[in-house]
């Protein structure tokens, strides 16, 4: 089955910097989603990407949030100065087009903030 | 706003034992309902779901009523096993394009 790729599993970095996430959703698939789980808490929704554009975002995805598909495969979550409180699992998701057709998710990247 | 409230973790069987996962909503309207899967290491797997009231969702033996009358969708399995050890979190989706609204998840142990 094909599967939503994350890059990199594991991301430590110090307060302050900025940190790009990465996904490769599933080819043919037109929504995309990044959403959060700090631990021992929900799953949390950031944001969706739909043509070219975001059309939904949560609370959480303030301005120091940015999301990008630069070149029609890869779709990435920048956090543009990361604080101790963004240390969580992160993860991407993608669905084909009907909203109750599932998604799919990648296995998250892991960001540790210092 | 609508939520996911699922039981508490983690929780530790043995092997062919029953296993229920509870699940509660809050929602407006009619949203659709879905149990997702994290094994060790990999992403969130959708284990099965339900679209409307009295629907039950199935798969891998597990199951799932739609029970609008008492907003529950609770996971069901009749014999547990060592490989269903993973974390379960149960979500709405509310309709539309809105995005899915997670509980906090349910890890499960099943020891032999």
């Known amino acids: 089955e094909p599967e939503v790729t994350q890059t990199p599993s594991h991301q430590v970095t110090q307060m302050g910097q900025e940190v790009i996430l990465r996904c490769v959703p599933i080819?043919?698939?037109?929504?995309f989603y990044w959403y959060r789980q700090i631990l021992g808490q929900k799953v949390e929704f950031l944001v969706s990407?739909?043509?070219?554009?975001?059309?939904?975002k949560s609370e959480i995805f303030d301005d120091q949030f940015s999301v990008e598909r630069p070149d029609g495969s890869n779709f990435t979550l920048k956090i543009r100065s990361t604080k101790l409180e963004d240390s969580a699992m992160y993860f991407c998701?993608?669905?084909?087009?009907?909203?109750?057709?599932?998604?799919?998710f990648g296995s998250g990247t892991q960001l540790s903030v210092l | 706003g609508d939520s996911v409230t699922q039981m508490e973790g983690p929780v530790t069987l043995s092997e062919e034992a029953f296993l229920t996962i509870n699940c509660t909503y809050t929602a407006t309207g009619y949203p659709s309902l879905f149990w997702y899967v994290q094994y060790p290491g990999e992403g969130l797997q959708l284990l099965l779901k339900a679209t409307k009231a009295d629907d039950k969702g199935s798969n891998k033996g597990f199951e799932a009523t739609y029970r609008k009358e008492t907003t529950s969708f609770h996971l069901e399995k009749g014999s547990v096993q060592v490989s269903d050890s993973a974390v379960y979190f149960c979500?709405?989706?509310?309709?539309?394009?809105?995005?899915?609204?997670f509980g906090k998840g349910t890890r499960l142990s099943v020891i032999a």
């Open positions: 998701a993608s669905r084909p087009t009907a909203p109750n057709e599932k998604l799919f």
């Open positions: 979500a709405l989706h509310p309709s539309g394009n809105t995005p899915l609204v």
């Open positions: 080819s043919n698939h037109l929504y």
């Open positions: 990407f739909y043509n070219n554009e975001i059309s939904e």
